[in-house]
């Protein structure tokens, strides 16, 4: 069938029915089930990467320094688990 067929179907055809855009009422056009769904997986996914990123955060070890200290010193590295493990000492080059 080509298009212009359907275009030239008389009005009382279901195939006309079908295609006629003045008897849609697009407020009663809703994204359903899917859309639905798809929000919710989308909500779940934004708690979980929230969770992942405030445990990331609290592993973080922030380092303070006082405003009048101004020390050559460089800072002891910080501990923790590296590559090789925790309590590990790194292989030397």
């Known amino acids: 069938m080509s298009t212009s067929f359907l275009l030239a179907a008389p009005a009382s055809s279901p195939v006309r029915s079908l295609l006629a855009v003045d008897e849609v009422d697009e407020s009663k056009i809703t994204p359903g089930l899917t859309g639905f769904l798809l929000f919710v997986l989308l909500g779940v996914a934004l ?47």
């Open 47 to 93: 708690w979980l990467l929230i969770r992942s990123m405030n445990r990331h955060l609290r592993r973080v070890t922030f380092e303070e320094k006082s405003p009048g200290a101004t020390s050559a010193e460089p800072a002891p590295p910080a501990r923790g688990p590296g590559p090789q493990g925790p309590g590990r000492p790194a292989p030397r080059a």
